[in-house]
Nanobody, 128 residues
């Protein structure tokens, strides 16, 4: 089993920055990629960014390209999401996720069903 714990959420004004962290606790390396999703009130959860842990390949949703950066520290089993130039529409609960199936990642990297493990979420609020 993999447990994921997010941290770093909070409130910020538009144009500001936040960095989210996701620490994975596990006995063995049982995932191949990690990602960040978000869910705003009344909306479906959407994939934001993902990273393939073996080679650091990344994929971003169009809505966050050039503003968000996903990175990893494999020694710490931790993934980060650096969020810059934040907008009010970025307000949401942000969730960390991890997945096993490499084929799922290559076919649908930002799809919920591609992920096996989920964190509890952390709130990000951006005010105008």
């Amino acid at each position: 089993q993999v447990q994921l714990v997010e941290s770093g959420g909070g409130s910020v004004q538009a144009g500001g920055s936040l960095r989210l962290s996701c620490a994975a606790s596990l006995y063995t390396r049982s995932y191949n990629y990690m990602g960040w999703f978000r869910q705003a009130p009344g909306k479906e959860r959407e994939g934001v960014a993902t990273i393939y842990t073996a080679d650091g390949s990344t994929i971003y949703a169009d809505s966050v390209k050039a503003r968000f950066t996903i990175s990893q520290d494999n020694a710490k089993n931790t993934v980060y999401l650096q969020m810059d130039s934040l907008k009010p529409e970025d307000t949401a609960a942000y969730y960390c996720a991890a997945g096993r199936s490499s084929s799922s990642w290559w076919h649908s990297p930002l799809r919920e069903a591609s992920y096996n493990y989920w964190g509890q979420g952390t709130q990000v609020t951006v005010s105008s």
